[in-house]
């Protein structure tokens, strides 16, 4: 069974300062790995994913994560934070043909963002 | 592109009667569409996933006669909750697949009172 965790529930840091948020998967072969962000009150945004290829990846809003096989993560990073990046961050895995197209997400972590 | 759509946004009724949502893939066509639902503060659980002109697939433990799913188009997916009491008040996520990805629509309020 596929699964994910997401160590950190919530994380604040100072605009301007950088930010790492934390994944963990549980998946039988090698995964498709997604970040999404949502917005209170709103849908899901996706920020970035990886299928195969290189392990490091450029998403939106100046988003990378880094797929690190040997410790199952996917750790999403952004060198400076942005006040508008307050939100709800989600890790998932999945959406392969073999596990029915499911994505299995994890808790999220809230960040806030000081001034 | 890939755009999600979602009505209503919000929806308030009185326990006992049904809601229906609906999603709607705008700018292209989706054989599948998945329903989650996501309480406060938590992530989200698929509820269920429904293929264009068969029948939905459930999660273990989501009640196919209470959670009604309909994908009468390559377009339209559409959540019935029947009868409807306050724990199933909640905040109810459909997305499209297309492409190898999933996108999501904004959501929908439910509060039953």
């Known amino acids: 069974a596929q699964s994910v965790t997401q160590p950190d529930i919530h994380i604040t840091v100072s605009e301007g300062a950088s930010l790492e948020l934390r994944c963990n998967y549980s998946y039988g072969a090698t995964p498709y790995l997604f970040w999404y962000v949502q917005s209170p009150g709103q849908g899901l945004q996706l920020l970035l994913k990886y299928f195969s290829g290189d392990t490091l990846v450029q998403g939106i809003k100046g988003f990378e994560a880094e797929f690190k096989r040997s410790q199952s993560s996917f750790n999403l990073r952004k060198p400076s934070v942005h006040w508008s990046d307050a939100a709800e961050y989600f890790c998932?895995?999945?959406?392969?043909?073999?596990?029915?197209?499911?994505?299995?997400f994890g808790t999220g972590t809230r960040l806030a963002v000081r001034p | 592109g890939a755009v999600v759509s979602q009505h209503p946004s919000r929806v308030i009724c009185k326990s006992g009667t049904s809601v229906k949502i609906e999603c709607r893939s705008l700018?292209?066509?989706?054989?599948?569409m998945f329903w989650y639902r996501q309480f406060p503060k938590q992530s989200l659980m698929l509820m269920a996933t429904?293929?264009?002109?068969?029948?939905?697939?459930?999660e273990q433990g989501v009640e196919k006669d209470k959670f009604l799913i309909n994908h009468a188009s390559l377009t339209l997916s559409t959540l019935t909750v029947t009868s409807a009491h306050p724990e199933d008040s909640s905040f109810y996520i459909c997305?499209?697949?297309?492409?190898?990805?999933?996108?999501f629509g904004p959501g929908t309020r439910l509060t039953v009172l």
């Open positions: 998932a895995v999945g959406g392969q043909k073999s596990s029915g197209d499911k994505l299995t």
């Open positions: 429904s293929n264009e002109g068969s029948k939905a697939t459930y």
């Open positions: 997305s499209a697949r297309t492409s190898g990805l999933q996108y």
């Open positions: 700018d292209f066509q989706a054989t599948t």
